[in-house]
């Protein structure tokens, strides 16, 4: 698993990150301009920790029962945790949570999943160098690791082998991009994966290119489980809050059909808003020749990335477009304002069901730039039918299924994207795509409660009191 090569490569991609701190953590601050939590506890990504965490450490610890630590990084790994988290629960239920991130916006998500009364405990994850890992683990004592998808970290790795913490990869997928990239790296990244005790691939596809890194070794040991993204579960609430954003319209007219850009990626806005006036002048055209002009679709664009809010508005603006912003609505419901918009922001936090809910269709944020695509399951456990790019990368096995089962269709660019969608959205037939895309939502749901039973068995101390 490991010899001089690896020594080498480990300590040498560790002194750089030593090097490189001050300009790490210069980085957090600078990012905190726009996402203010990355300032909050940043020495905790030094594996430092002030005075309100090491008391809540100190009660965790008290309780004695496992300390089961989740990394979600964003807020996608986050959302994916939620399902794992409540399976990992429901079979251990003396289960202490440790959740880690590194981003704000995971960070925040994964405060919904917190129960401090029993011990829970939320932190950044440390940086990548052999100081920072050991005070965090000295600190937490963790007895058993899960990194979501695709975080594997070297040094992070080696030194949970030295503390005796079994580390396990849930959820795991691996890109052909993706090991192209570990292999260049093979003597840093090799050893890494192969210090995991687990492995649980989301596909069998996942599970090829996952041996080609393991290259043999005894460990990890390797499973296909599933994607736990198919068990998460939409809340009511937000089903509701979308469906009420789907019938509003203004007095005496009809609501106004929703297309929905779904977690869009920088450089993708422009061509859609392009081809979208395109197919807005003419949509205009036809429903004026019908006097229904409330009928003229609307967009609403919910960028990635909440940084990128106040540029996807100019951006709109710029167009010429009327603009409204899900954050200044009173009482979360559009006005009179808002309803006469040609396009809308999502520029909230956790209400993508909702957004989902209130949309006829939507179109898949990064397929349409060579970015591997977005999360479509969250998008068919809702009722929403998806158009997606050409790249689905991150996602292959989903999309063709997806695609399989009539809850999704490919298209080549942004003007067939909005084409089909438009065209999709008045379908006679549109409730029969909903009632496909919960199908084929519903059709692969368990893989949560798989990996919660395989994740658990590594755990060394009594899981129930």
Same mark, same amino acid.
């Given at each position: 698993?490991?010899?001089?090569?690896?020594?080498?490569?480990?300590?040498?991609?560790?002194?750089?990150?030593?090097?490189?701190?001050?300009?790490?953590?210069?980085?957090?601050?600078?990012?905190?301009?726009?996402?203010?939590?990355?300032?909050?506890?940043?020495?905790?990504?030094?594996?430092?920790?002030?005075?309100?965490?090491?008391?809540?450490?100190?009660?965790?610890?008290?309780?004695?029962?496992?300390?089961?630590?989740?990394?979600?990084?964003?807020?996608?790994?986050?959302?994916?945790?939620?399902?794992?988290?409540?399976?990992?629960?429901?079979?251990?239920?003396?289960?202490?949570?440790?959740?880690?991130?590194?981003?704000?916006?995971?960070?925040?998500?994964?405060?919904? *999943? !917190? /129960? @401090?009364?029993?011990?829970? &405990? #939320? +932190?950044? %994850?440390?940086?990548?160098?052999?100081? $920072?890992? =050991?005070?965090?683990?000295?600190?937490?004592?963790?007895?058993?690791?899960?990194?979501?998808?695709?975080?594997?970290?070297?040094?992070?790795?080696?030194?949970?082998?030295?503390?005796?913490?079994?580390?396990?990869?849930?959820?795991?997928?691996?890109?052909?991009?993706?090991?192209?990239?570990?292999?260049?790296?093979?003597? *840093? !990244? /090799? @050893?890494?994966?192969?210090? &995991? #005790? +687990?492995? %649980?691939?989301?596909?069998?596809?996942? $599970?090829? =290119?996952?041996?080609?890194?393991?290259?043999?070794?005894?460990?990890?040991?390797?499973?296909?489980?599933?994607?736990?993204?198919?068990?998460?579960?939409?809340?009511?609430?937000?089903?509701?809050?979308?469906?009420?954003?789907?019938?509003?319209?203004?007095?005496?007219?009809?609501?106004?059909?929703?297309?929905?850009?779904?977690?869009? /990626?920088?450089?993708?806005?422009?061509?859609?808003?392009?081809?979208?006036?395109?197919?807005?002048?003419?949509? =205009?055209?036809?429903?004026?020749?019908?006097?229904?002009?409330?009928?003229?679709?609307?967009?609403?664009?919910?960028?990635?990335?909440?940084?990128?809010?106040?540029?996807?508005?100019?951006?709109?603006?710029?167009?010429?477009?009327?603009?409204?912003?899900?954050?200044?609505?009173?009482?979360?419901?559009?006005?009179?304002?808002?309803?006469?918009?040609?396009?809308?922001?999502?520029?909230?936090?956790?209400?993508?069901?909702?957004?989902?809910?209130?949309?006829?269709?939507?179109?898949?944020?990064?397929?349409?730039?060579?970015?591997?695509?977005?999360?479509?399951?969250?998008?068919?456990?809702?009722?929403?039918?998806?158009?997606?790019?050409?790249?689905?990368?991150?996602?292959?096995?989903?999309?063709?299924?997806?695609?399989?089962?009539?809850?999704?269709?490919?298209?080549?660019?942004?003007?067939?994207?909005?084409?089909?969608?438009?065209?999709?959205?008045?379908?006679?037939?549109?409730?029969?795509?909903?009632?496909?895309?919960?199908?084929?939502?519903?059709?692969?749901?368990?893989?949560?409660?798989?990996?919660?039973?395989?994740?658990?068995?590594?755990?060394?101390?009594?899981?129930?009191?």
């Amino acid at each position: 698993m490991s010899g001089p090569a690896a020594w080498l490569a480990r300590n040498a991609y560790a002194s750089v990150l030593r090097l490189g701190t001050p300009a790490y953590l210069w980085r957090v601050w600078s990012r905190g301009r726009e996402e203010p939590d990355y300032r909050l506890h940043w020495w905790e990504r030094l594996g430092l920790y002030g005075a309100d965490h090491r008391r809540a450490l100190q009660q965790s610890h008290v309780r004695g029962g496992p300390l089961v630590w989740v990394h979600a990084v964003s807020l996608g790994e986050a959302r994916a945790a939620s399902a794992l988290v409540q399976a990992l629960r429901q079979q251990a239920p003396a289960m202490r949570l440790l959740l880690t991130h590194s981003t704000a916006t995971g960070r925040e998500a994964g405060k919904a *999943l !917190m /129960r @401090p009364q029993q011990g829970d &405990l #939320q +932190t950044w %994850l440390p940086y990548d160098t052999p100081g $920072a890992v =050991r005070r965090f683990l000295r600190a937490h004592r963790p007895d058993l690791g899960v990194l979501m998808e695709t975080e594997v970290w070297p040094v992070l790795q080696h030194q949970t082998a030295r503390f005796g913490v079994p580390m396990v990869l849930a959820n795991a997928r691996l890109s052909d991009k993706s090991l192209r990239q570990g292999l260049r790296l093979s003597g *840093l !990244m /090799r @050893p890494a994966v192969q210090s &995991l #005790q +687990t492995v %649980l691939a989301q596909t069998e596809s996942d $599970a090829q =290119r996952l041996r080609v890194m393991i290259d043999g070794a005894e460990r990890p040991t390797l499973q296909v489980c599933g994607n736990v993204k198919f068990d998460m579960t939409p809340a009511p609430v937000q089903l509701l809050l979308g469906q009420g954003w789907r019938g509003a319209a203004l007095p005496g007219q009809p609501a106004r059909p929703i297309v929905l850009a779904a977690s869009t /990626r920088e450089g993708e806005e422009a061509g859609l808003l392009q081809t979208w006036q395109e197919a807005l002048s003419v949509a =205009r055209q036809v429903a004026s020749a019908k006097d229904v002009a409330a009928a003229v679709p609307r967009l609403w664009i919910v960028p990635r990335h909440p940084q990128r809010f106040d540029e996807v508005a100019a951006l709109v603006l710029s167009q010429g477009l009327r603009l409204s912003r899900r954050s200044q609505w009173t009482g979360g419901l559009p006005d009179a304002q808002a309803l006469d918009a040609d396009v809308w922001l999502g520029d909230s936090m956790g209400e993508m069901p909702a957004y989902f809910a209130a949309a006829r269709v939507a179109l898949l944020g990064g397929s349409f730039a060579p970015l591997g695509g977005q999360n479509l399951i969250e998008a068919a456990a809702c009722g929403c039918p998806i158009v997606m790019g050409p790249s689905t990368f991150n996602f292959a096995e989903a999309a063709q299924l997806s695609e399989a089962a009539g809850a999704a269709r490919r298209v080549d660019g942004w003007p067939q994207g909005v084409a089909v969608a438009l065209a999709w959205s008045a379908s006679p037939n549109h409730d029969d795509s909903v009632a496909q895309c919960l199908a084929f939502a519903q059709a692969h749901r368990g893989a949560a409660e798989r990996m919660a039973r395989l994740i658990l068995a590594q755990v060394r101390r009594p899981l129930s009191i």
